[in-house]
């Protein structure tokens, strides 16, 4: 099976914290730098899950870039597309519970343009859409195209709604026209996309995400898996994404709570 996924590869700065942030002060932490970005991360573990796994986008050609790419690659994942200038970056900040907020800057990543796009990258069984890539155009009409190039060589296509707040901010009017102008097979959403955008909408499967409550997947409602301590959230619900699309509803939730139980978004 061989899985493509769309959107961000970004340089994560991954900071745990060990308290509240003392503001105007120091606070402890741990610190990492890892490769990250929805789209890397559903290809990322769907290696892991033992399928073949692309990842098309935009990356960057500094150094943030270079070492996104070579830990993407580590992987096991096929990287395509074009080099710009400045990769994403992104500054998650996650809570001594494992609740995470993030700053991003998307770099180079939104400005991928439908004619950058080779065909024969989406020759693949499935392809996932990052939420993110359907914001603004250029990466917009990129994504659109995409997904046509896919499904005309007989692929199955799914998008993950990505991010309630910047929904708001790109306008959840246009964002729910994208959705349906894509016509995935298969969304991915938490109950704050879900109610932004108005969904589930008909003839589509929708997997909502719940975090440590589980998942509901197109009304087959299922607990989340036990762990013994969830060290960060982030990236669990793009593992729980590619475990889907592997091999279903149970192995969502056991990526999921692998993910959790370390800290950063990659296996």
């Known amino acids: 099976m061989l899985i493509c996924s769309l959107g961000d590869l970004t340089l994560d700065v991954l900071v745990r914290l060990a308290g ?90 939104a400005e991928l343009r439908a004619d950058d796009l080779d065909p024969s990258w989406f020759a693949c069984d499935h392809l996932f859409v990052s939420g993110y890539a359907l914001l603004r155009e250029p990466a917009r009409g990129a994504a659109l195209r995409a997904a046509e190039l896919a499904r005309a060589q007989g692929a199955a296509t799914s998008v993950d709604l990505s991010t309630w707040s910047a929904i708001r901010d790109a306008g959840a009017d246009e964002f729910r026209d994208t959705v349906l102008a894509l016509g995935p097979d298969v969304v991915f959403a938490n109950e704050d996309e879900q109610r932004i955008v108005g969904g589930p909408f008909p003839g589509m499967t929708w997997i909502l995400k719940r975090g440590e409550a589980g998942a509901s997947f197109d009304s087959d409602e299922r607990l989340a898996l036990h762990v013994e301590r969830v060290v960060d959230s982030t990236g669990a619900g793009d593992a729980l994404a590619a475990g889907y699309i592997v091999g279903g509803p149970d192995l969502a939730l056991e990526a999921a709570a692998r993910c959790v139980a370390r800290l950063g978004s990659m296996p």
Do not use: H
């Not at 943030?64 to 580590?74: F, K, S, T, V």
């Not at 809570?95 to 998307?106: F, L, Q, V």
């Open 20 to 109: 509240p942030v003392a503001v105007g002060g120091d606070t402890d932490a741990e610190i990492r730098l890892t490769p990250g970005g929805q789209a890397a991360n559903v290809a990322a573990w769907a290696a892991e899950l033992g399928a073949s796994a692309r990842y098309v986008g935009k990356r960057g050609s500094d150094e943030a870039g270079r070492l996104a790419l070579a830990g993407l690659e580590a992987a096991g994942v096929e990287v395509f597309g074009p080099v710009g200038e400045r990769n994403a970056v992104v500054c998650s900040l996650v809570s001594p519970d494992g609740a995470r907020s993030m700053a991003a800057d998307r770099g180079s990543a």
